[in-house]
């Protein structure tokens, strides 16, 4: 199975927070996942700790390299700049991937690097991988809460995009 390809000053183990979730999910393709992750504008209607969706240069809501988005996260209004994005080809992951930054002062800046990756496995199932590191006050906030609010959150995420897929799945 394939990994995040991590920036050096973001690898896990090294910043204030990190928390990885994956589901593995029969009769599933990774095609079927990418357009509810890739278009923003689905992301609320799956999962609700992401709102307020905005593209400075009018070229969303899909995702692509060097795309400038903000959204509203965890209370917080997070900057962020796509910095991987590899749609799915046959044989292939898929990767998305941001750098996100929270603006403030010491107490409230906070620099993320969140990525996904989806592939196809054998057996006619499909894996989707999250993980996010975070430097800064809050992560270590974050970090030290039980249960821990990340890994619970992106769980969500992560589940209410497999059942969008699904449900899609299902329409066809």
Not at 85 to 106: I, K, L, N, S
Request: glycine share 6%.
């Amino acid at each position: 199975m394939n990994a995040i390809i991590w920036p050096e000053s973001y690898l896990p183990g090294t910043t204030d927070n990190y928390c990885s979730n994956e589901v593995i999910i029969p009769n599933l393709k990774t095609t079927e996942v990418w357009p509810f992750l890739n278009n923003t504008n689905a992301w609320p209607q799956y999962y609700e700790n992401a709102s307020e969706i905005i593209f400075y240069d009018n070229t969303g809501p899909e995702l692509r390299i060097g795309a400038r988005f903000c959204f509203i996260t965890f209370g917080f209004l997070v900057e962020s700049e796509v910095v991987e994005y590899v749609p799915p080809v046959d044989g292939h992951p898929a990767r998305v991937a941001w750098h996100g930054w929270v603006e403030g002062d010491d107490n409230q800046r906070l620099d993320v690097h969140h990525a996904w990756l989806i592939e196809d496995l054998p057996g006619n199932r499909v894996r989707v991988l999250t993980q996010e590191t975070q430097i800064g006050k809050p992560a270590k906030e974050l970090a030290s809460t039980k249960p821990n609010p990340m890994i619970n959150a992106h769980q969500d995420w992560l589940d209410g995009l497999v059942a969008a897929a699904q449900e899609k799945t299902k329409t066809k």
